[in-house]
């Protein structure tokens, strides 16, 4: 299904060009939401004028049952500020879809795979060479 956004803005007004790039980074989360009945994105911009600011509150509804994501940002522009939302959706988007794909643990890092047998052995795990096949090596090396 295609997303659905609503965007508020408060304290300011978008230009033309401001009001493309962010619907052009809220359609960039459609990939991730093409599973999705009915996703529906909420963007509250706020320009706060003593911190110069623009606070962002970017929420992904995934259906009327479904679950939702929430990311409240701050930057200097509209833009940039939306841009940071979108890419913490993103992340966790990709941590949920992980977490329905039965991975232990998004993000973590588990002991190394072990090596396979048809894999050549590395490091420490090399066997010693006996005499006879250092000597064949060796050539000025006399065996006996």
Partial sequence: MTLNTQVQVRGFVLNDAEERRIERQL?????RLAESPEPVADLILEWHPDQRTVDTTLRVRLGHLGGHFVSRTSAETADYATRLAVEDIKRQIERHMARLR???????????????????PTGSEQPENSEAQQADEEPGRLYG
């Fill in 102 to 120: 039965g991975e232990p643990e998004y993000g973590k890092v588990g002991p190394p795979p072990a090596p396979t047998p048809e894999s050549p």
């Fill in 27 to 31: 359609r960039s989360l459609e990939p």
